[in-house]
């Protein structure tokens, strides 16, 4: 059984220390992994950073530093974020480092040897924030359509790679493979405003900085970002000169990628790989920008606060299920401080948190710790088990479609549906007759039963708490495997659990 599973996000620019639109790419691509891993996939898991370019060495000079001094200093910032964020990547890649610098000159060789790589000159209207060439029609207001600045007409010998050549096997390959690109609306929109008006040759090489890697045989040229950028996704797993993770993990099983980069993960990107020969990525998903007062959060504009502030204020998960339950997957959504708190509360602290705590403090006090299903069911009971029961499968099969923000609903309508089941079995009263006692357990064994059920599903979405309530129910962890295994007796212990979440002040 192939059963391996290789995830990306995009290579950032270290330009400036991230923000929550990075975090939200990496929490969700975190998410989709840790899942993968539960469910017994060998994960390959890879984000990095694409280092090279003018910005960056503009930024750099701004600062009196080497450029690599300057992206060093972002990337252990970064480095460390990721590690407060819980994101369990495999591995980092950075495109300065010397195996990726090395396989990048090897490939453009051999574009080069094929003849999809040749050279010519290049004019074109260049926005130096962005890095992007644009052609005059699609300015706005004769400025960058990305950043709104000013672009300046530039002209230079550079070399090219024949995207033309491949339209037609782009668009067969479309055909073919409906669910290359989610969601649908953007394939549609790649097809009818890109391929079929027609494909340009691309310019990848640069005679106008030189913080690059150079062409080999060609040494004033340093390679243009995308020839760069796109191929850490291989070069990392040793191509083209090392295949034993290439043979084991490629072709990539998703790319996820914001909205405004799916054009070259989908087009220049499957173009660069059938020049290569070499299969193309399962699956790119393309999704919405976090947006603050109605503008895209950016480096450029400022309008972010460092996303530490944030966990350090909330907790890690509170940030990581906001990224992953406020927005549908594929849409833009607002980012704010305010909302991150409101979603907290409501969820976090008054669905989870709320139940675990009740739940366990009722089987210290009722049972002294220990609750076995003495199986007194009620109806009231079966749809609680019902749903109980079906969640893996209903979490499974919106994972498969990437409705992320869905799986999360799903897990927290159980959870819901076990706070409702307390306020209609009223325990507290059953507690008062001694009768009622077998029954009284019954109701905590359900309850705790679908606390371990969810929580054994929550683990790929906001782990460190999961791992808290792994420990107040005093249960190992468990995967996707055994996560229906029965238990016998739920051993609490009589330790009164931590609070999981504490209620934010909302003004
Ligand atoms: O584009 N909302 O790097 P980049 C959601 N180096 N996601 C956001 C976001 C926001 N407001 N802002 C950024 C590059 N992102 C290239 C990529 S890949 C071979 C090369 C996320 O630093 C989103 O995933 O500009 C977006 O695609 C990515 O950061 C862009 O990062």
Same mark, same amino acid.
């Given at each position: 059984?192939?059963?391996?599973?290789?995830?990306?996000?995009?290579?950032?620019?270290? #330009?400036?220390?991230?923000?929550?639109?990075?975090?939200?790419?990496?929490?969700?691509?975190?998410? %989709?992994?840790?899942?993968?891993?539960?469910?017994?996939?060998?994960?390959?898991?890879?984000?990095?950073?694409?280092?090279?370019?003018?910005?960056?060495?503009?930024?750099? !000079?701004?600062?009196?530093?080497?450029?690599?001094?300057?992206?060093?200093?972002?990337?252990?910032?970064?480095?460390?974020?990721?590690?407060?964020?819980?994101? #369990?990547?495999?591995?980092?890649?950075?495109?300065?480092?010397?195996?990726?610098?090395?396989?990048?000159?090897?490939?453009?060789?051999?574009?080069?040897?094929?003849? &999809?790589?040749?050279?010519?000159?290049?004019?074109?209207?260049?926005?130096?924030?962005?890095?992007?060439?644009?052609?005059?029609?699609?300015?706005?207001?004769?400025?960058?359509?990305?950043?709104?600045?000013?672009?300046?007409?530039?002209?230079?010998?550079?070399?090219?790679?024949?995207?033309?050549?491949?339209?037609?096997?782009?668009?067969?390959?479309?055909?073919?493979?409906?669910?290359?690109?989610?969601?649908?609306?953007?394939?549609?929109?790649?097809?009818?405003?890109?391929?079929?008006?027609?494909?340009?040759?691309?310019?990848?090489?640069?005679?106008?900085?030189?913080?690059?890697?150079?062409?080999?045989?060609?040494?004033?040229?340093?390679?243009?970002?995308?020839?760069?950028?796109?191929?850490?996704?291989?070069? #990392?797993?040793?191509?083209?000169?090392?295949?034993?993770?290439?043979?084991?993990?490629?072709?990539?099983?998703?790319?996820?990628?914001?909205?405004? %980069?799916?054009?070259?993960?989908?087009?220049?990107? +499957?173009?660069?790989?059938?020049?290569?020969?070499?299969?193309?990525?399962?699956?790119?998903?393309?999704?919405?920008?976090?947006?603050?007062?109605?503008?895209?959060?950016?480096?450029?504009?400022?309008?972010?606060?460092? +996303?530490?502030?944030?966990?350090?204020?909330?907790?890690?998960?509170?940030?990581?299920?906001?990224?992953?339950?406020?927005?549908?997957?594929?849409?833009?959504?607002?980012?704010?401080?305010?909302?991150?708190?409101?979603?907290?509360?409501?969820?976090?602290?008054?669905?989870?948190?709320?139940?675990?705590?009740?739940?366990?403090?009722?089987?210290?006090?009722?049972?002294?710790?220990?609750?076995?299903?003495?199986?007194?069911?009620?109806?009231? &009971?079966?749809?609680?088990?019902?749903?109980?029961?079906?969640?893996?499968?209903?979490?499974?099969?919106?994972?498969?479609?990437?409705?992320?923000?869905?799986? /999360?609903?799903?897990?927290?309508?159980?959870?819901?549906?076990?706070?409702?089941?307390?306020?209609?079995?009223?325990?507290?009263?059953?507690?008062?007759?001694?009768?009622? /006692?077998?029954?009284?357990?019954?109701?905590?064994?359900?309850?705790?039963?679908?606390?371990?059920?969810?929580?054994?599903?929550?683990?790929?979405?906001?782990? #460190?708490?999961?791992?808290?309530?792994?420990?107040?129910?005093?249960?190992?962890?468990?995967?996707?495997?055994?996560?229906?295994?029965?238990?016998?007796?739920?051993?609490?212990?009589?330790? !009164?659990?931590?609070? /999981?979440?504490?209620?934010?002040?909302?003004?």
């Amino acid at each position: 059984m192939n059963n391996k599973f290789y995830i990306t996000t995009p290579i950032y620019y270290p #330009s400036a220390e991230f923000h929550i639109g990075h975090c939200y790419t990496t929490i969700i691509a975190d998410a %989709i992994a840790r899942y993968k891993r539960l469910a017994g996939y060998d994960v390959f898991f890879q984000t990095g950073t694409d280092e090279h370019g003018l910005k960056i060495e503009n930024k750099a !000079k701004e600062k009196g530093v080497t450029p690599k001094e300057y992206v060093d200093k972002i990337i252990a910032d970064a480095k460390d974020l990721w590690e407060q964020l819980g994101i #369990s990547y495999d591995f980092f890649i950075r495109t300065t480092d010397e195996f990726h610098v090395k396989r990048v000159q090897e490939i453009f060789k051999k574009l080069y040897d094929k003849g &999809d790589i040749y050279k010519g000159e290049y004019q074109g209207l260049y926005c130096v924030p962005c890095e992007s060439f644009w052609t005059s029609s699609q300015l706005i207001d004769g400025k960058c359509p990305d950043c709104g600045r000013e672009v300046g007409l530039v002209k230079e010998e550079a070399y090219f790679f024949k995207l033309s050549k491949y339209q037609q096997k782009l668009e067969e390959f479309y055909e073919k493979n409906p669910d290359f690109i989610l969601p649908v609306s953007r394939r549609n929109e790649m097809l009818n405003n890109f391929i079929r008006p027609g494909l340009e040759d691309l310019c990848v090489s640069r005679t106008s900085f030189t913080w690059g890697i150079p062409v080999s045989f060609d040494e004033k040229h340093v390679i243009y970002v995308w020839i760069d950028a796109l191929t850490n996704y291989i070069t #990392s797993l040793g191509y083209p000169d090392n295949d034993e993770l290439f043979k084991k993990y490629w072709p990539a099983d998703l790319h996820l990628v914001g909205k405004e %980069i799916v054009r070259f993960h989908t087009i220049i990107w +499957p173009a660069i790989l059938m020049a290569l020969d070499i299969p193309l990525p399962k699956q790119v998903f393309g999704h919405g920008w976090l947006i603050i007062d109605g503008g895209k959060i950016s480096k450029s504009k400022g309008n972010y606060k460092d +996303p530490r502030e944030y966990i350090n204020a909330y907790g890690v998960d509170a940030v990581r299920y906001f990224a992953l339950r406020e927005v549908p997957f594929g849409s833009d959504g607002n980012f704010s401080e305010k909302a991150l708190i409101t979603r907290t509360n409501a969820d976090l602290c008054n669905i989870l948190g709320n139940l675990v705590s009740r739940t366990i403090q009722m089987g210290i006090k009722y049972f002294s710790g220990n609750i076995k299903n003495k199986k007194v069911t009620e109806s009231i &009971d079966i749809d609680l088990i019902d749903t109980k029961n079906r969640l893996k499968s209903e979490v499974d099969q919106k994972m498969r479609e990437l409705k992320i923000n869905e799986a /999360l609903e799903i897990i927290f309508e159980l959870l819901r549906k076990c706070n409702k089941y307390i306020d209609d079995t009223t325990p507290w009263i059953l507690a008062k007759d001694e009768t009622k /006692l077998n029954r009284l357990e019954t109701i905590i064994y359900n309850l705790l039963d679908a606390i371990l059920v969810s929580t054994t599903l929550l683990q790929a979405f906001i782990p #460190s708490t999961s791992e808290k309530i792994f420990a107040s129910l005093n249960i190992n962890k468990r995967d996707f495997n055994n996560i229906y295994d029965e238990v016998e007796v739920f051993a609490l212990g009589n330790e !009164k659990p931590a609070n /999981l979440f504490e209620r934010i002040k909302e003004d």
